[in-house]
């Protein structure tokens, strides 16, 4: 199905917009690169001089390409020096995983609609004293517990992952912006977050059980 100017719509915001392809990207992305080569050059020589005139106007011309010479980082310690092998890879890591984002897209923006169905339904019967009527509801509201994580995960990861390698688009890529606590530190935090947040689930999953095995007239019999 091909709906016109849709496309260009989203990812443009106006009817005749262009969208340009992964190898134009690549194409952009290596031209980026090389002035932002030029860039990191400038810069490193204002470092040594700062009254530097030559190496001033230069940096201001390709300043905005800084960020990208820097992913050369990734794949050498001298940016000014790098290959046309390594611009290439670079380039290539700014595009990210086409399928996987496509279907984690989908995934949550499908889901999104079936929540929309799905309470619309809900309220319908609630509303009609009709929802202990529909055993397949009930059956269906059980087994769609873990879709609003799953919906969450997604758009997370479509997040995420879609905005590699920058933590600050254009400006600062992700391997760079790592914290610089020691491996220790962020292991005992981990685990300690993992602990704590174990407990709660257990806590949380014997409470349903034990609420369920109650019944809901038992339950609220009960005041609780």
Sequence with gaps: IKVPWLLGL??????????????????????TIR???????????????????????IFEANQKALGHGLLLKKYTPNVVDATEDQIKKAAQDTVPNVPLLFWAFR????LGFFFIAFFGYAFY???????????????????????????????WFVAEYGRQPWTVDGV????????????????TTLIAFVLFYSV?????????????????????????
Excluded: H
């Design 10 to 31: 989203i990812a443009t915001r106006s009817l005749d917009g262009v969208v340009p392809g992964i190898k134009e990207l690549k194409a952009e992305s290596e031209e």
């Design 35 to 57: 002035k932002g080569m030029v860039a990191y050059g400038a810069l490193q020589e204002l470092k040594k001089d700062r009254n530097n005139q030559k190496a001033r106007e």
């Design 107 to 110: 995934v949550m923006v499908g």
């Design 125 to 155: 019967l609630a509303s009609r004293r009709r929802l202990e009527k529909k055993p397949w509801f009930l059956k269906l509201c059980v087994v769609s517990l873990p879709l609003p994580w799953i919906s969450i995960e997604s758009g």
């Design 172 to 187: 600062l890529p992700t391997f760079l912006s790592g914290s610089t606590l020691p491996y220790s530190s962020v292991l």
């Design 200 to 224: 709660l689930a257990v806590v949380d999953v014997l409470l349903m059980i034990k609420y369920v095995k109650l019944g809901p007239v038992a339950a609220l019999s009960k005041g609780e």
